[in-house]
């Protein structure tokens, strides 16, 4: 393991655990993660050992049978596993914001009953705001629950589900329009229960899985609502909780971009060491290319630049650990981290020639897997918003 990328002040768990993970992935992950890729293929086998290891519960307390370990820990291990294969984080991505949301804003009923089962990976979370129509505008959401006496009717149609299959519970973020004032606070997050799987249930359809460019073996889909019906007691936090869900999501986002700024960080991680690798192999004109400057000065950045994502998003993670507010700090990581990714990644191609264009080298998967980066969990756009929004705010000149 190199110097790139280290944290300072660990505690003695966190890296034994870390240690675990990134001895996981080199045996389990790297060796078999091209060929399932190529595949488009399930890594079930992978996931049931990240069930025996307990990462499916790795920030659920201890009191429903999970680890009990921060932000910080599973940021961390979410940038080992994606530097072994950036889908296999995404099977534990949408399920981890699914918990933190239960932690912050579930009720006692629903936490009780759902968080031991998803601290085993007994049940699967997913996360949808997205539809055809809307991404980070998320006030365009045109799905509606409708009120029915006790129950809730649910009519619309959601995009872009990770783990929309898998999943056995699915955060979902709607219009209920019951008087409220502000587009804001006439949003609703349910918690709809489904089995695992495609098909229809009760008015819930997981219509099939979406190709795409990369991201493969875990699943992205739709999901669409014909007059599913659901209790009130489904929405988040209870139905006291009504028009809260643009907040509580909002929040689940916050820890989602951290989410991302990690997995860019492993992506380019990877990346990096196959080209150094490769530089020292390879030889023109007598010489490793290493020794040549053009390239030397290549992996001087592409190692500058992955420590600086790795610091963001690390300053991120234990900024919301102790409880702060992060949105800036995590609109700046997963920012930073996710452009970074993409040119670290794109020199690693560059440097690997010819060969970097052949499926036979793993380069190949990680250029077509770091473009994702850039538009997951809102894009470079977006988090420029979301900045200069709050620098304007904090910077504000006096009247």
């Known amino acids: 393991m190199g110097r790139i990328a280290q944290t300072d002040g660990l505690t003695e768990i966190q890296a034994d655990i870390l240690a675990a993970v990134r001895t996981f992935v080199d045996k389990e992950i790297l060796p078999h ?110 799905t509606r629950a409708a009120r029915d006496g006790e129950d809730y009717v649910i009519n619309g149609q959601k995009m872009w589900l990770t783990n929309g299959a898998q999943s056995g519970v699915v955060a979902t973020l709607v219009k209920t329009d019951e008087g409220a004032d502000s587009v804001y606070r006439n949003m609703t997050t349910f918690l709809l229960e489904k089995e695992p799987g495609f098909g229809t249930t009760g008015g819930l359809t997981i219509p099939g899985k979406l190709e795409k460019m990369g991201y493969k073996g875990v699943e992205t889909t739709e999901m669409v609502l014909d007059n599913h019906r659901v209790p009130a007691s489904a929405i988040l936090g209870g139905p006291e909780k009504t028009g809260k869900g643009f907040y509580q999501m909002m929040d689940g986002v916050e820890v989602g971009r951290v989410n991302v700024a990690a997995r860019a960080c492993g992506i380019m991680i990877r990346a990096f060491e196959l080209a150094i690798a490769y530089a020292q192999q390879r030889k023109t004109f007598g010489h490793p290319i290493a020794d040549h400057q053009a390239i030397a000065f290549k992996l001087a950045e592409m190692a500058t630049k992955i420590e600086a994502g790795h610091l963001m998003m690390v300053n991120a993670a234990r900024k919301k650990d102790r409880g702060e507010r992060n949105d800036v700090e995590a609109g700046m990581a997963k920012f930073l981290a996710s452009e970074y990714c993409y040119e670290v990644t794109t020199e690693a191609f560059r440097i690997h020639g010819g060969y970097g264009y052949s499926k036979e080298y793993e380069i190949e998967r990680l250029f077509r897997e770091a473009p994702f980066m850039l538009i997951g969990e809102g894009t470079s756009e977006v988090q420029k918003r979301i900045i200069s929004r709050a620098l304007l705010r904090d910077y504000k000149l006096a009247q």
Request: aromatic share 8%; proline share 4%.
């Open 33 to 142: 993660a091209t060929e399932l890729e190529h595949k488009d293929e399930y890594p079930a086998e992978i996931v049931e050992q990240m069930k025996e290891m307990g990462l499916f519960g790795i920030t659920i307390p201890e009191e429903y049978g999970g680890l009990g370990e921060s932000l910080l820990t599973y940021a961390l291990v979410v940038e080992e596993i994606a530097r072994g294969w950036m889908s296999v984080s995404g099977v534990i991505n949408t399920h981890f914001i699914v918990a933190y949301l239960l932690l912050q804003h579930g009720s006692d009923e629903q936490k009780a009953r759902l968080l031991p089962k998803m601290a085993t990976g007994e049940v699967r979370g997913a996360f949808s705001m997205s539809e055809p129509g809307c991404g980070s505008d998320v006030s365009a959401i045109t």
